[in-house]
C-alpha cells in the first residue's frame, strides 16, 4: 500500500462514524461464530471499544436488523446466523442443500412403516379413482443441519417402495435411494402455508408459537408417475425458500 493510499483510508476511517467502525468490527466477528454462542453485552462491548452504551447500541442495531444477532430477555445476546434459502424452482432434496451449504445432514426418525393411506395420501399417490384402501410407505423425521433441527418431515412413497425402510434414514438421502430403485425424481409442485410449532415444538427444540413454513410438495418420476407427497414444516428463522418471479405487464 502506497503512502496515499494509507492517507486515504484513514481519512476514510476518521469519517466514518464511530457505531459504524465497531458494527464492521463485530461483522466480521460474528463470520468466524457459531448460530447460538453467546454474545457480549452492551456494557461488556461498551467496555471493550471505550464508548458510550448509546454508541453499542447503534453498532448493534444493524445487527439485530440483518438478523446476526438475537436478543433473548433474561438470558443475553446469540449469535445467530442467517436462515438456509432454497431457490422454490429448484428440486434441491434436503440433504444435498445441506452438503451445499457446508453442514452435515442428519435425521432423526420418528416413524417409519407401511400403513393406510390417508386419503389425501390416496390422491396424491394413486389418483381420486382408487376403489380399495391403497398402502404407502411412511417416513416421518426431524431433519437437521449438524446438530441444529430445521424441520419435521413427513414423507409418504407408493408401497412399492417399501424397500425405503431397509435403507439408511439417519445419514442418507432418500432420493438417492429412491434413484437406487429405479426411480428418479424428476418434478414437483409446492404449496406453501404457514402454522406454528404446536406439538412438534420439543423436537425442534423451540416454543409452541413459534412460526413454521410448511410446504406441502409432490414429485413424480422419470415416467410421470406419482412417487413422493410430503409435508415439510420448517423453523421459519433457520429455513426460507427463495422466489424468483417476473413483474406482469398487464
Known amino acids: 500500500m502506497s503512502c496515499l493510499d494509507s492517507i486515504y483510508n484513514s481519512c476514510m476511517a476518521a469519517s466514518q462514524p464511530l457505531y459504524e467502525r465497531i458494527e ?6 460474528l463470520a468466524t461464530a457459531a448460530d447460538g454462542d ?3 453485552s452492551e456494557p461488556r462491548l461498551a467496555e471493550e471499544f471505550g464508548v458510550s452504551r448509546m454508541t453499542v447500541r447503534a453498532a448493534l442495531a444493524g445487527l439485530e436488523r440483518d438478523g446476526l444477532v438475537e436478543r433473548v430477555p433474561g ?8 436462515a ?22 442428519r435425521s432423526r426418525v420418528l416413524h417409519a412403516e407401511l400403513r393406510e393411506a390417508s386419503s389425501q395420501e390416496t390422491a396424491a399417490l394413486y389418483g381420486f379413482e382408487s376403489e380399495h384402501a391403497a398402502s404407502v410407505v411412511a417416513i416421518s423425521r426431524v431433519r437437521l443441519f449438524d446438530d441444529l433441527p430445521i424441520a419435521v418431515e413427513h ?5 412399492a417402495l417399501s424397500a425405503l ?12 435411494a429412491l434413484r437406487r430403485l429405479g426411480r428418479t425424481p424428476t418434478l414437483g409442485s409446492s404449496v406453501l402455508t404457514a402454522r406454528t410449532a404446536g406439538d412438534d415444538a420439543q423436537e425442534l427444540g423451540v416454543t409452541p408459537t413459534t412460526p413454521m413454513l410448511v410446504e ?24 426460507a425458500l427463495k422466489v424468483d418471479f417476473d413483474v406482469s405487464q398487464s
Open 216 to 239: 406441502t410438495r409432490s414429485i413424480v418420476d422419470q415416467d410421470g408417475s406419482p412417487l413422493e407427497y410430503t409435508v415439510s414444516s420448517y423453523v421459519a428463522d433457520r429455513y
Open 24 to 29: 464492521k468490527q463485530l461483522r466480521r466477528r
Open 155 to 159: 414423507a409418504v412413497f407408493p408401497a
Open 165 to 176: 425402510l431397509a435403507t439408511d434414514l439417519e445419514t442418507g438421502s432418500l432420493h438417492n
Open 75 to 82: 438470558r443475553g445476546s446469540f449469535v445467530r446466523k442467517g
Open 84 to 105: 438456509a434459502h432454497r431457490p422454490v424452482g429448484i428440486l434441491l432434496s434436503f440433504h444435498d442443500q445441506a452438503l451445499a451449504e457446508g453442514k452435515t445432514p
Open 38 to 40: 453467546p454474545f457480549p
